[in-house]
Protein backbone atom coordinates (compact mmCIF):
# COMPACT_ATOMS: atom_id res chain seq x y z
CA UNK A 1 0.00 0.00 0.00
CA UNK A 2 1.26 3.16 -0.94
CA UNK A 3 1.80 6.37 1.76
CA UNK A 4 0.54 9.36 1.12
CA UNK A 5 0.99 12.56 2.83
CA UNK A 6 1.02 16.54 2.15
CA UNK A 7 5.11 17.83 2.34
CA UNK A 8 7.53 16.28 0.19
CA UNK A 9 10.23 14.67 2.94
CA UNK A 10 12.61 15.59 -0.01
CA UNK A 11 12.25 19.17 -1.05
CA UNK A 12 9.62 20.09 1.66
CA UNK A 13 6.97 21.52 -1.09
CA UNK A 14 3.31 21.15 -0.22
CA UNK A 15 2.19 18.23 -2.42
CA UNK A 16 0.39 14.98 -2.69
CA UNK A 17 3.67 12.19 -1.88
CA UNK A 18 3.55 8.74 -1.51
CA UNK A 19 6.48 6.42 -0.61
CA UNK A 20 8.61 5.34 -3.86
CA UNK A 21 10.41 1.81 -4.47
CA UNK A 22 13.76 2.55 -4.55
CA UNK A 23 16.45 -0.35 -3.89
CA UNK A 24 19.08 0.06 -1.77
CA UNK A 25 21.54 0.76 -3.90
CA UNK A 26 19.49 3.51 -5.84
CA UNK A 27 19.27 5.14 -2.30
CA UNK A 28 23.08 5.22 -1.13
CA UNK A 29 23.85 6.53 -4.75
CA UNK A 30 21.17 9.14 -5.00
CA UNK A 31 22.52 9.69 -1.22
CA UNK A 32 26.11 10.04 -1.99
CA UNK A 33 25.48 12.15 -5.38
CA UNK A 34 23.80 14.87 -3.15
CA UNK A 35 20.75 14.44 -5.25
CA UNK A 36 18.45 13.23 -1.94
CA UNK A 37 17.94 14.27 1.59
CA UNK A 38 19.14 11.78 4.12
CA UNK A 39 15.96 12.19 5.41
CA UNK A 40 13.71 11.08 2.49
CA UNK A 41 14.88 7.79 2.11
CA UNK A 42 12.16 5.74 2.19
CA UNK A 43 9.68 8.17 2.99
CA UNK A 44 7.16 10.01 0.89
CA UNK A 45 8.41 12.32 -2.09
CA UNK A 46 6.30 14.11 -4.44
CA UNK A 47 5.61 13.49 -8.11
CA UNK A 48 8.64 15.92 -8.82
CA UNK A 49 11.31 14.77 -6.73
CA UNK A 50 10.62 11.48 -8.10
CA UNK A 51 10.75 11.81 -11.85
CA UNK A 52 13.90 13.69 -10.81
CA UNK A 53 15.62 10.97 -8.83
CA UNK A 54 14.13 8.25 -11.45
CA UNK A 55 16.41 10.30 -14.14
CA UNK A 56 19.35 10.85 -12.58
CA UNK A 57 19.78 7.37 -11.83
CA UNK A 58 19.05 6.30 -15.61
CA UNK A 59 21.33 9.13 -16.86
CA UNK A 60 23.94 7.75 -14.33
CA UNK A 61 22.84 4.24 -14.81
CA UNK A 62 26.59 4.18 -16.81
CA UNK A 63 28.80 5.43 -14.22
CA UNK A 64 26.37 2.95 -11.75
CA UNK A 65 27.16 0.37 -13.19
CA UNK A 66 30.84 0.97 -13.81
CA UNK A 67 31.17 1.57 -9.79
CA UNK A 68 29.68 -1.67 -8.86
CA UNK A 69 31.25 -3.98 -11.38
CA UNK A 70 34.36 -2.75 -10.16
CA UNK A 71 33.11 -3.20 -6.33
CA UNK A 72 32.22 -7.02 -6.68
CA UNK A 73 35.37 -9.33 -5.64
CA UNK A 74 37.01 -11.50 -8.64
CA UNK A 75 35.74 -14.85 -8.49
CA UNK A 76 38.42 -17.72 -6.64
CA UNK A 77 40.80 -19.19 -9.13
CA UNK A 78 41.21 -22.92 -8.72
CA UNK A 79 44.35 -25.19 -9.55
CA UNK A 80 44.66 -26.39 -13.02
CA UNK A 81 44.93 -29.95 -12.47
CA UNK A 82 41.90 -30.16 -10.39
CA UNK A 83 43.44 -32.73 -8.32
CA UNK A 84 43.88 -31.09 -4.40
CA UNK A 85 47.87 -30.88 -3.45
CA UNK A 86 47.09 -31.91 0.23
CA UNK A 87 47.70 -35.30 0.66
CA UNK A 88 45.28 -37.89 3.41
CA UNK A 89 47.05 -39.50 6.24
CA UNK A 90 46.93 -43.24 6.05
Not at 24 to 49: G, K, M, R, Y
Not at 68 to 79: C, G
Request: charged share 30%; glycine share 4%.
Amino acid sequence: MQHTASECCNCGTDSKCRRREFSEQAWTVLLLWNEVQASAVDQPICDSCYDELRETLIDRAEELDGALNTAKPAPAQRPATGRSRVRRAG
